[in-house]
């Protein structure tokens, strides 16, 4: 499975951004998705995420109300439309796949739980 996030960019507080993600090399329809992000001198943290199996999304409070996480299975993408930009939305953006989907609701959140990663798209938000 490999994966690949485009989108990231330099915008101002107040901004929006869209990120994707493209998949390929496994069935796309099948995985649980996320999206994390690692600000400079920080752990990775959870921003969102899709279970394939019953389709609800999850939100990290700091990110709720403000991102939109998406998927098109025909398209093999997972996208994050990013309104409200924040500075301290600032961070190196990642997308990963949890294939096959075994990661139990309650740990979808911890990165751990994900089995492949992209290379990351930088977001910086200017105040």
């Known amino acids: 499975v490999q994966l690949v996030e485009s989108g990231g960019g330099l915008v101002q507080a107040g901004g929006s951004l869209r990120l994707s993600c493209a998949a390929s090399?496994?069935?796309?329809?099948?995985?649980?998705m996320g999206w994390f992000r690692q600000a400079p001198g920080k752990e990775r943290e959870f921003v969102a995420s899709?279970?394939?199996?019953?389709?609800?999304?999850y939100y990290a409070d700091s990110v709720k109300g403000r991102f939109t996480l998406s998927r098109d299975n025909a398209k093999n993408s997972l996208y994050l439309q990013m309104n409200s930009l924040k500075p301290e939305d600032t961070a190196v953006y990642y997308c990963?796949?949890?294939?096959?989907?075994?990661?139990?609701?309650?740990?979808?959140?911890?990165?751990?739980?994900?089995?492949?990663w992209g290379q990351g798209t930088v977001v910086t938000v200017s105040s």
């Open positions: 990963a796949a949890d294939t096959p989907p075994l990661t139990i609701l309650s740990a979808q959140h911890d990165a751990s739980g994900y089995d492949y």
């Open positions: 090399g496994g069935t796309f329809r099948n995985y649980n």
């Open positions: 899709h279970r394939w199996s019953g389709g609800r999304t």
